[in-house]
């Protein structure tokens, strides 16, 4: 088959983009506003851009249940830091229950069960239950194309400061991921959990022919 994006006239009873960039790994974003309100959410148009420096994107996409803009785009614009817990098959109810359009002075750790962590470089706190987590700082906030809701569709451009792992997850100097588990999302209401992995070394330069 062959849809053409611009009509979305696909007709599927169900829009397959999101099938079709697959897995996309979840950044669980932590925050805080100018008056330290916390807020946690979770975020699938995520992920490493850079390594060095190390850069990371989310983008918060539509508005705020309560209108205006998200919390995590908000908070960034008055704070300019943010974590990035990372997701995991334990934490999958927790993840879920986060993103709940819940008011702007709920507390998502509180609702979802979460234990606050301070951080070692920046104001918003980590997910202590989560082993995994990326302090950083916010270098752009950038617009894109597109509005929901009245609200410009942003992409957050942050600087990784630092990376806390816990200690378990890591044997023989390697962060071993059939330990971390992460979860990743697909299209519709599915997720992934990436357990199995191969090892392919890249292969070695290849000599162009002299003429
Ligand atoms: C797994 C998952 C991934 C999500 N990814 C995104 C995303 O990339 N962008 C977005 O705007 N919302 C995404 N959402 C919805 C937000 O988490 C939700 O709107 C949340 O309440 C953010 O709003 P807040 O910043 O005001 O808390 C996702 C939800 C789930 C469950």
Redesign the pocket.
Known sequence: MFYDCRTRDHGLPHDPLKQCVVPRP?GWVSTVDGEGRV????????NLVSENPPLVI?????A??EGGE????RNVREVGEFVVNV?TWDLRDA??A?????G?TVD?FELAGLTKEPSSLVRPPRVKESPLHLECRVAQVIRMPGAFGGVANCMVLGEVLGVHIRDDLLQDGLLKIDRLQPIA?LGYQE?AVVRDTFTMPRPTRVAVAAE
């Open positions: 979840i807020n946690l959410a979770p975020f699938s148009f995520f989310y983008c918060p996409v539509g705020h249940a998200k919390d995590s785009l997701a993840v879920n986060s993103s709940a359009p819940a702007s998502e999302r997720y």
